[in-house]
């Protein structure tokens, strides 16, 4: 929200009744329950002139504002911080995001799960993106916030996922867990039913979105945290033919260590990690093999099929004797 503009000298009630009526005009169509009011006082003030004024004037301000936007001031608990500088003259708003927990499944290969920036111009817009700031063309992150914007009237979305899926592999069985952060929204209370009831009917082929519900923010940092194992279904091409024999042999459980992969090198640091897995199934399914694998959070795991030039070992690749390449990849279970 644009700051608000005020001139305001001296302490005096019909003063005060103006600066509430702009501050409720500014606010208009905001669904609020709650708010709180902070106050800077001009720095030329005393410590004592600026006591005086917080226990006078501040709590005037606050007891009119109750009045005017039929809401109660709480502190521990404010949808909207109002924040009323002297120095300046400048009302500034702070609205509090609505934060939507839920799950996604996604069944279309080639969709990233959120939007990327240009790299060039990091969001601005310019030559190179079309001036769109974004070089993806839909994500998941994009598909839900187009539905749930128009409802709660609000600006922008911040999506925070439980971990994240490259974007050529499939999201399936129990969905992976996000929290879709809706920030200045006007709406704080739209049915979330609803908004779930839009994006899986409009967009079923994609994604799958259930469980919405309102959550607060520490919500966020119990999903980054989580660290669950996972369970791939992959379609692997290799170059040679195996026998359903050493198919059988290569089941069970593995001790991987993994140098950070050559593909995602340029972004993360190269450093060498211990990871369990578990080729559970194995099996030929036309001319690939369709494989089972449970993997340890953090695990890479299409390097754990190929071996990534002898980055990943051991992997199914040096395990079947032969070069393998993942072709297609589906998470189809997340066990916490
Ligand atoms: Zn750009």
Do not use: W
Request: net charge positive; hydrophobic share 35%.
């Amino acid at each position: 929200m644009e700051p608000l503009a005020f001139t305001f000298r001296g302490f005096n009630k019909e003063l005060v009744e103006q600066l509430v009526e702009k501050i409720a005009k500014a606010l208009q169509g905001y669904e609020l329950k709650s708010f709180l009011v902070g106050c800077t006082f001009e720095d030329y003030l005393s410590e004592e002139a600026k006591r005086m004024l917080r226990k006078e004037f501040q709590a005037f301000l606050v007891k009119k504002l109750e009045e005017k936007l039929g809401i109660k001031a709480d502190y521990s608990n404010a949808d909207a911080e109002i924040l009323v500088n002297f120095n300046q003259d400048l009302v500034f708003f702070l609205i509090k995001s609505v934060y939507i927990y839920g799950r996604y499944r996604k069944y279309a290969r080639g969709l990233p799960q959120t939007k990327y920036y240009c790299f060039k111009c990091k969001g601005k817009g310019c030559n190179y993106c079309n001036y769109k700031g974004v070089l993806s063309n839909e994500s998941v992150e994009e598909i839900i916030a187009k539905y749930a914007l128009p409802l709660f009237e609000a600006p922008e979305a911040k999506f925070h996922g439980a971990g994240r899926e490259d974007k050529d592999v499939r999201m399936l069985g129990p969905g992976r867990e996000f929290v879709l952060e809706i920030i200045e929204p006007k709406k704080r209370s739209i049915n979330l039913k609803e908004l779930e009831r839009m994006i899986n009917e409009n967009e079923k082929t994609k994604i799958e979105v259930f469980d919405l519900k309102y959550c607060n923010k520490d919500k966020i940092k119990e999903l980054k945290s989580k660290k669950s194992d996972k369970v791939y279904l992959a379609l692997i091409e290799c170059e040679n033919k195996v026998s359903e024999d050493t198919l059988k042999k290569i089941l069970g459980k593995y001790e991987v260590i993994q140098r950070t992969p050559k593909r995602v090198l340029s972004r993360r640091a190269d450093i060498e990690r211990k990871k369990r897995a578990e080729i559970i199934e194995a099996k030929q399914k036309d001319s690939l093999i369709e494989m089972k694998i449970r993997a340890e959070s953090g695990l890479y795991i299409k390097e754990f099929i190929s071996g990534d030039n002898g980055r990943t070992k051991p992997s199914v690749s040096e395990l079947l004797g032969t070069k393998c390449e993942c072709k297609e990849l589906d998470v189809v279970d997340i066990i916490d």
